[in-house]
């Protein structure tokens, strides 16, 4: 069975300082792998997802996630936090292959993200 | 990205009554959508897996009676709570996937606030 670790519940950043989310995940085979946000009240919203190819991949609002096959890792990070980047962020691992209800994403706990003025 | 929509996003009733809500995919049609139940502070729990023109997949635990999926079409589904209870009282988030080309992407909703009182 799949899993997902988020092992950070909470974490504070100063605004301007680097960002780095960590996120473990375990699964039998290449996973795919995903980042989301969500702000409070809100649904979640795609940051970046990784399938195969590349390890680094880039994201949206100037996010990134590093795939890492012998950590089982996918990290995001943000080298400049903006106060609007506070909002809780969730990592994501799904099977390949589209369809199907046995094909569902598991999501971590989740990280809480703080932004400090 | 994708838009996912949901209605309504909040919504009040009373124990015992039924309360519908409406997922769409406005842009792309889903090949599945999935609805989630999140409490505060919470992960998403998945509920159940729906493919359009199928009967939805339930999770263990989430009773089939109680919360009726319909797939009408590859844009629309709805949940209906059926005799809601206070218990009942959450943030459901539903989510469609759309194929991309080397994979797929996962699009959420923005949720719908329930509370039966």
Redesign the interface.
Known sequence: AQSVTQPDIHITVSEGASLELRCNYSYGATPYLFWYVQSPGQGLQLLLKYFSGDTLVQGIKGFEAEFKRSQSSFNLRKPSVHWSDAAEYFCAVGAHGITGGGNKLTFGTGTQLKVEL | ?AV?S?HPSWVICKSGTSVKIECRSLDFQA??M?WYRQFP????M?MA?S?EGSKA?YEQGVEKDKFLINHASLTLSTLTVTSAHPEDSS?Y?C?A?R?SV??????????T?LTVT
């Open positions: 990205g996912v949901q090949t599945t999935f502070k919470q992960s998403l998945l897996t493919n997949t943030f988030i989510s996937r194929p080397r994979g797929y992407e996962q699009y959420f909703g923005p949720g606030r």
